[in-house]
């Protein structure tokens, strides 16, 4: 089993560049989430969708934009990369949002704005 | 490979021995906690998970254990082996939804 797929793997963006992070999970989960992840720090929510069609906010929102494309797959873009996010992106799943229950997590994709 | 680890706090073990990874949670009420592994230059992967309602919980070499009053959280991995050095991440659930709030982590040295 796959589990939670994410591409690419590897960027590199000049500033002002923008980029779409893709991700698609094969678990039939209602509930998607994407993080980044600096060194030295946790994992910070940026956007999740509780299912096919809503969209919420994290903590740390500011410059992304998010799309539930369908049930599978949801995507995480930089519309103006700038330097302060690079940063490791991760995609994570879950069946619902309901309490308790474990989010499941991709390889990430490692982005460099330069 | 990535710098996950920089600057976390570091337990070294050798190998065979139990190891014991602390976490100290922020919210009373969070109800439901999480332990993830993860190694250098993959995402996060699922260990265990306990609820309020339990102050430990057993898997496969691993023990979680739940001390609410202090609100601490603790990991044990019996018979280390070298395949268990990785970061270690608590996370609890203090938004009333299935958000999380991950901790720092914890790096975990395997010393053959």
């Known amino acids: 089993n796959a589990g939670v797929t994410q591409t690419p793997k590897f960027q590199v963006l000049k500033t002002g560049q923008s980029m779409t992070l893709q991700c698609a999970q094969d678990m039939n989960h209602n509930s998607m989430y994407w993080y980044r992840q600096d060194p030295g720090m946790g994992l910070r929510l940026i956007y999740y969708s509780a299912s096919e069609g809503t969209t919420d906010k994290g903590e740390v929102p500011n410059g992304y934009n998010v799309s539930r494309l369908n049930k599978r797959e949801f995507s995480l873009r930089l519309e103006s990369a700038a330097p302060s996010q690079t940063s490791v992106y991760f995609c994570?799943?879950?069946?619902?949002?309901?309490?308790?229950?474990?989010?499941?997590f991709g390889d990430g994709t490692r982005l460099s704005i330069l | 490979g990535e710098s996950v680890g920089l600057h976390l706090p570091t337990l070294s073990v050798q190998e065979g021995d139990n190891s014991i990874i602390n976490c100290a949670y922020s919210?009373?009420?969070?109800?439901?906690f999480i332990w993830y592994k993860q190694e250098s230059g993959k995402g996060p992967q699922f260990i265990i998970d306990i609820r309020s309602n339990m102050d430990k919980r057993q898997g496969q070499r691993v023990t979680v254990l739940l001390n609410k009053t202090v609100k601490h959280l603790s990991l044990q991995i019996a018979a280390t082996q070298p395949g268990d050095s990785a970061v270690y991440f608590c996370?609890?659930?203090?938004?009333?939804?299935?958000?999380?709030?991950f901790g720092k982590g914890n790096q975990v040295v395997v010393i053959p």
């Open positions: 996370a609890e659930n203090p938004y009333g939804n299935n958000r999380l709030a």
């Open positions: 994570a799943s879950s069946k619902t949002t309901g309490r308790n229950q474990p989010q499941h």
């Open positions: 919210n009373s009420a969070s109800d439901y």
